[in-house]
């Protein structure tokens, strides 16, 4: 019997969600799919990459900034999966600081 969490496209191949709906899903063999579900253990040469979490710096930059705002605001040791998501992480301590209310802003990240 198949796991609940494994779905079929009309291509034959298996997908699902191991790392999370807001990662790409794997795609393959039943077996590829079980393997990154933990199921089974992983074949020879997975064709699956490893969504690991990577230490980022984000820099905020305004339209109209302060005097001490003239070269951003760095936010420094942001982890996250990728650039975005780090983004959206340093968006939502940006407003909770009060930074960004009622302010235009551009959000950069880079890789630490």
């Given at each position: 019997m198949m796991d609940a969490r494994?779905?079929?496209?009309?291509s034959g191949k298996f997908y699902a969600?191991?790392?999370?709906?807001?990662?790409?899903?794997?795609?393959?063999?039943?077996?590829e799919v079980e393997a990154a579900l933990g199921l089974r253990v992983a074949p020879v040469a997975p064709t699956q990459k490893c969504d690991a979490y990577k230490p980022f710096n984000v820099l905020v930059k305004f339209e109209h900034p302060a005097w001490d705002e003239a070269g951003g605001?760095?936010?420094t040791g942001i982890t996250a999966r990728s650039k975005s998501e780090a983004n959206k992480i340093v968006?939502?301590?940006?407003?909770?600081?009060?930074?960004?209310?009622?302010?235009?802003?551009?959000f950069t990240a880079t890789e630490a």
């Open positions: 494994i779905g079929v496209l009309n969600f191991a790392n999370g709906y807001h990662a790409e899903p794997v795609i393959g063999t039943l077996e605001i760095e936010y968006r939502r301590l940006a407003h909770d600081d009060g930074h960004t209310v009622g302010r235009r802003a551009w």
